[in-house]
C-alpha cells in the first residue's frame, strides 16, 4: 500500500520500510491515505474558491449560485477539474506533512503530557512542517489552478489534465516555471500550517480536558470537530496571502503576458480594483470546504493509524 501511496516501487518501498521506523512508516502512509480523502471532500468547492478569486468580470456571485453555474455548463467534471493535481499532491503532501508531524511530535512532545505537543510546540513544528512542504504544496497548486481557470475562452484546451499541465509547464517554462508564485505560496503555507496543527492541538486537548481521557481515545467526532477546527484556522489566518497566491498561479506562464509582474504589484492591483474587500474574495467556499476536508482528512489519519498493525 505505501509503495502506491507515495509513488515508489515496490523494491523501493522495501528499502525505505527498512530505513524507517513502524511509526514513521504508519504517519507515512496515513497522511495519504487522509490526504486522498480530503481532496475528494473539498475539491467541488475549492475550484469555486479559485474561480472566484481569479475571474475577470462577475460570473460567479456567491456559493450556491456559482456550484449550479458550473454543475448547469460543465457537469460533475467541472466541479472536480483539475482534482488529478490535489490528488496526487495532498497524497504525496500528506505523507510529509503528517511524517514530519509525526516526528515533532516524537521530539518535543513531554512525555507527561501523554505524548502530546504543546500548542505553542505545535505551532512551532507545524511552521517547520511548513516551510518544507511548501516545496511540493506550490507546484501542485500551480498545476490546479492553471487547469482550473481554464473555462472558455482561448485557454479552453491548452491543458487536457494534471500531466499534461506539468509536462508543458516543465518543458516550456523550466524550474521558475514549474515554481510560479512560490514566494506568495511560503509566506501563505508556513503561519497556515503553524495555525493548522496549533488548533488541532489545542481543540483535541480542551476535548481530553472535557472527557478526562487521553487525546488517543477521543471519539470520532471530537477528532472531527478538532480537524475542522484546524482547517478554518488555517485558512483565516491566511486568506489575503493566499488570494494573491492564486491570482500569481493563475496568471500566464508566459512572463510577457502576466497580469502581475511580482507578489507586489499583485497586491498593489487587487487593492486599487477592489479595496480591502479583494483580498476576502471567495472565503465563503473556501471556509465551507475547510471544515468538512479537514474533518475528514484527521478522522481518517487517526483512524489509519490505530487500524495499521502497531508490531
Known sequence: ACAVCIGVTPGASLHLAAFLHLAQMQDIVAGSVGGAAQAFA??????LKVRLQTQQTHKYTGVV???QTIFREEGL??????????????????AVVFFAYGQSKALLSRQEDGGSLTVGRALAAGAMVGAAASLIESPVDL???????QYGGSLARRYTGFLDCARKITADYGVRGVYQGYQASVLKIVP???AYFGTYEAARRGFATMSNKPVSELASWQVMVSGGLAGIMCWLSIYPLDVIKSKLQADSPERALRVYQSFADCARKIYAAHGLRGFMV???PCLLRAFPANAVCFLVYEATIRALPKH
Open 42 to 47: 473539498g475539491h467541488p468547492l475549492d475550484t
Open 143 to 149: 498545476f490546479k489552478s492553471q487547469l482550473q481557470v
Open 282 to 284: 471567495g472565503l465563503a
Open 65 to 67: 449560485q456559482g456550484l
Open 77 to 94: 467534471r467541472g466541479l472536480y477539474k483539475g482534482i488529478q493535481s490535489p490528488l496526487t499532491g495532498l497524497t504525496v503532501n500528506n
Open 192 to 194: 497556515s500550517y503553524a
